[in-house]
């Protein structure tokens, strides 16, 4: 099936740790995203990628880095920088930047 | 005054009313328009596209009011399942920095009880 996958589900880190959060895809687009949720709040964008070794910042790029070494792959790192890393992570893709994004399931980050 | 507004609710209807949801915008350069819907602890799930002559999808109807920069998602003879989160997305298409990027209002909890 074609989809965006994300992983781990749940990941819970100790502070001044950095973790990676996995995306891939395989529905042959070119743009890839990272937002963040949080409790109650809209989506807010970390990081987009518009094509393979080429991404942008987004609104609240501080304390992330992410790659894009192939299609498929958008891999998040989440740095002992972030200072409140608590929230929801989903991943997004879209055949180019015009088109509509699709959502992976989402990874639940959680600081203890 | 934030690009995207939306009423958070929650609207409560029984089932079988109709119930409408606006999104006002800001910056009148947006050039796309999205409706989600994000169900409890999932991921946001295109629900459609707005376009400029407004669309309809079953029971689904967006329309776009460019001079009053708003977008509206009407729903007729709600569902249960129709209970969600309502998240509209807009998207600058020039170019320029915030060019492709997608930005969303905070969601409208919607709520159908029998």
């Known amino acids: 099936d074609g989809g965006i996958t994300q992983s781990p589900k749940y990941l819970f880190r100790k502070e001044g740790q950095n973790v990676t959060l996995s995306c891939e895809q395989n529905?042959?687009?070119?743009?890839m995203y990272w937002y963040r949720q949080d409790p109650g709040q809209g989506l807010r964008l970390i990081y987009y990628s518009q094509i393979v070794n080429d991404f942008q910042k987004g609104d609240i790029a501080e304390g992330y880095s992410v790659s894009r070494e192939k299609k498929e792959s958008f891999p998040l790192t989440v740095t002992s920088a972030q200072k409140n890393p608590t929230a929801f992570y989903l991943c997004a893709s879209s055949g180019t930047l015009y088109n509509e994004q699709f959502f992976g399931p989402g990874t639940r980050l959680t600081v203890l | 005054r934030k690009e995207v507004e939306q009423d958070p609710g929650p609207f409560n209807v029984p089932e079988g009313a109709t119930v409408a949801f606006n999104c006002t915008y800001s910056n009148s350069a947006s050039q796309s328009f999205f409706w989600y819907r994000q169900d409890c602890r999932k991921e946001p799930k295109l629900l459609m596209s707005v376009y400029s002559s407004g669309n309809e999808d079953g029971r689904f109807t967006a329309q776009l009011n460019r001079a009053s920069q708003y977008i509206s998602l009407l729903i007729r003879d709600s569902k249960l399942s129709d209970s969600a989160t309502y998240l509209c997305g807009l998207k600058y298409d020039a170019g320029g920095t915030s060019y492709g990027k997608l930005t969303f209002g905070q969601g409208t909890i919607l709520t159908v009880h029998p």
């Open positions: 529905l042959n687009h070119d743009a």
